[in-house]
């Protein structure tokens, strides 16, 4: 009898464990996916370490590419054989205030694939097809996959971070390697800063077009138009306003960071602004797949088997990946 075979955690800080149970079936508006490869996201590394909001045990991941096997009876626009993609936002409530004024990503009810319903660290899973994304062709299933977190939140970040020509992108892992590409084919001046002394993730950025990189402890090379911070380090944000003009945004794109340290008013002064983003909408999700093969982005992945996912984990917290790691079950 064919049945699921998933990597759970049962509790914060525990070690994934291999289970295996029946294939479910889909209910309402669910489709059944097979899936054909996951990514490793930082947000796992919080969701394992009971740093965020999130029910246990869960099947964490949330950047899914699977095949559809079957339907709910409600699920509409979407067929058996579909390729699609299952992103962070698992569903919506579609009545609390953000949900109707287009907001869906900070919605009050909102329900989060890999930390609140069952996400892709598994051969199965269940994804609301209303939530599901189309992936573009040319990218085989491993490489599309950290395009659905690190890809689209990175890039609702860049929006976010406004029109500036010289970028910096604090912490150079799966999404920056990736939004580097993005705002490099948008003709922006972007300026890498990793762990200090990472020669390899500083090698990495400038074969991807970056125009500097260096180590978070270096001054920018020009005054910055906006910062996007990526890495889970709150120290990094009074060391980002330093480094940014008058008028201009520090991005968090993190959904978790250690405490910020106090800087002094001046730093803030001058109209600098520092935001957070927040999950994803549809939208996000549709414009940022539309652009990705026009760049073209090209990820680099890491792939490990599913029941190696402890391992991919240990070496992303440990910062030993060269873009994203990326499970096939
Ligand atoms: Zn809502
Ligand atoms: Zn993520």
């Known amino acids: 009898m064919a049945c699921m075979t998933s990597m759970v955690i049962d509790a914060p800080s525990r070690p994934l464990r291999l289970t295996t149970g029946p294939i479910p079936e889909p209910t309402g508006t669910d489709v059944l996916i097979e899936v054909a490869a996951c990514g490793v996201c930082r947000t796992d590394l919080h969701v394992a370490d009971g740093e965020i909001a999130a ?5 964490p991941g949330h950047e899914i ?10 699920a509409a626009d979407i067929a058996v054989g579909d390729r699609v993609g299952v992103p962070w936002l698992g569903r919506t409530c579609g009545t609390c205030p953000y949900c109707r004024s287009g907001r869906e990503n900070l919605c009050d ?13 598994s051969s199965h899973v269940i994804a609301d097809a209303r939530f599901c994304l189309p992936i573009p062709e040319g990218y085989d299933d491993a490489e599309a996959a950290p395009l659905l977190c690190a890809g689209l939140i990175g890039y609702r970040s860049l929006v976010m971070a406004g029109d500036g020509k010289a970028i910096g992108l604090y912490g150079f892992g799966a999404a920056a390697h ?14 890498a800063f990793t762990r200090p002394g990472d020669r390899q993730a500083q090698n990495f950025a400038l074969k991807l077009g970056c125009r500097w990189a260096g180590g978070s402890d270096q001054p920018a090379p ?6 996007i911070i990526f890495a889970a380090v709150g120290a990094l944000v009074p060391l980002a306003l330093k480094a940014v003009k008058k008028g201009s945004r520090v991005v968090c794109a ?13 730093d803030l002064w001058g109209e600098r602004s520092i935001l957070s983003v927040a999950n994803l909408t549809r939208e996000d999700g549709r414009a940022f797949l539309d652009i990705a093969p026009k760049v073209p982005v090209r990820t680099t992945v890491t792939r490990f088997k599913l029941d190696e996912a402890n391992e991919a984990l240990a070496a992303l917290r440990e910062g030993r990946l ?8």
């Open 322 to 329: 060269e873009g994203a790691a990326v499970l096939i079950p």
């Open 178 to 191: 990736i939004i580097a590409q993005v705002a490099v084919w948008q003709g922006r001046s972007v300026y």
């Open 55 to 59: 029910r246990y045990p869960v099947v």
């Open 65 to 74: 590419v699977g095949r559809v096997i079957a339907l709910g009876p409600d």
């Open 109 to 121: 009810h909102p329900t989060f694939t890999g930390a609140t319903r069952d996400g892709g660290y």
């Open 222 to 227: 020009e005054p910055l138009d906006a910062a």
């Open 254 to 266: 993190g959904i978790h960071m250690s405490d910020i340290p106090s800087f002094p008013y001046a």
